[in-house]
């Protein structure tokens, strides 16, 4: 009898081994961005053609594995700013990403999600955080991003026959060029793995984020409204 896999639902706890956790250099202390960012008001936009419409990923999919860096300390500002593990996106970003899932299965994998839906105010912490040269890589609050739109989803690769998070040319949010989707250089096996998850999210209806290999748009998000909700607020209440 040929030898199975054991099959994972779920990564590995603690996979991979080796903490990739990109850090930067924070323009103030952690409780003076934090207090600035509740302070903070967000401008007035245009009005959008949908009205929001916030759903919990893990309820849409349950298969769909979440690493929320923001809700801990293993992201690039070093300290949470989420009050919970909790993945949130626009109801048929949702659908879309469980799309993807089922067609990364076919390949042998899993998705991991390390954020999806941003408040608002945690887009312009985010900006307040990181030195000028650094812009790039984070959303300009003034104009608001995917992210806060529930538009946009950072994820990853996970072996489900081993449970192993796969290698990818960086890490999650290493503002670097080896980020870059077009970026050539590293190991020949994570950038096919890097271009596979483009494949499959292309695939389901998601346009990539040239600077940020684990970044894709919903494309439908310019049609969502800019969002400060709480993540406690959601699903009693999604309008602008």
């Known amino acids: 009898m040929p030898h199975e896999h054991q099959w994972h639902s779920r990564p590995v706890a603690g996979a991979p081994p080796d903490d990739d956790t990109f850090r930067v250099p924070l323009q103030y202390p952690p409780d003076v961005l934090l207090a600035h960012a509740r302070a903070a008001r967000m401008p007035v936009f245009a009005p959008t053609p949908r009205a929001a419409d916030l759903v919990d990923m893990t309820q849409v999919d349950p298969a769909i594995a979440l690493d929320?860096?923001?809700?801990?300390?293993?992201?690039?500002?070093?300290?949470?700013?989420?009050?919970?593990?909790?993945?949130?996106?626009?109801?048929?970003?949702?659908?879309?990403?469980?799309?993807?899932?089922?067609?990364?299965?076919?390949?042998?994998?899993?998705?991991?999600?390390?954020?999806?839906?941003?408040?608002?105010?945690?887009?312009?912490?985010?900006?307040?955080?990181?030195p000028r040269d650094l812009y790039e890589f984070v959303g300009d609050p003034a104009i608001g991003s995917r992210h806060n739109r529930g538009c946009a989803v950072d994820l990853t690769l996970w072996d489900l026959a081993t449970g192993r998070v796969v290698s990818m040319p960086s890490g999650f949010d290493e503002?670097?060029?080896?980020?870059?989707?077009?970026?050539?250089?590293?190991?020949?096996?994570?950038?096919?793995?890097?271009?596979?998850?483009?494949?499959?999210?292309?695939?389901?209806?998601?346009?990539?984020?040239?600077?940020?290999?684990?970044?894709?748009?919903?494309?439908?998000?310019?049609?969502?409204?800019?969002?400060?909700?709480?993540?406690?607020?959601i699903g009693r209440d999604t309008m602008p």
């Open 68 to 130: 929320i860096r923001y809700a801990t300390a293993r992201n690039f500002l070093g300290f949470p700013v989420y009050p919970a593990p909790r993945a949130f996106l626009q109801r048929p970003a949702a659908q879309a990403l469980s799309h993807a899932r089922t067609l990364a299965a076919r390949h042998g994998y899993g998705l991991l999600v390390y954020d999806a839906y941003r408040p608002w105010h945690v887009s312009y912490l985010f900006r307040q955080a990181v």
């Open 175 to 233: 503002m670097t060029p080896r980020a870059h989707v077009a970026y050539a250089g590293g190991d020949e096996g994570a950038r096919a793995l890097r271009d596979l998850l483009a494949r499959i999210m292309a695939a389901s209806g998601f346009l990539p984020l040239a600077e940020e290999w684990w970044h894709f748009d919903y494309a439908d998000w310019q049609d969502y409204p800019v969002l400060d909700l709480p993540f406690d607020a």
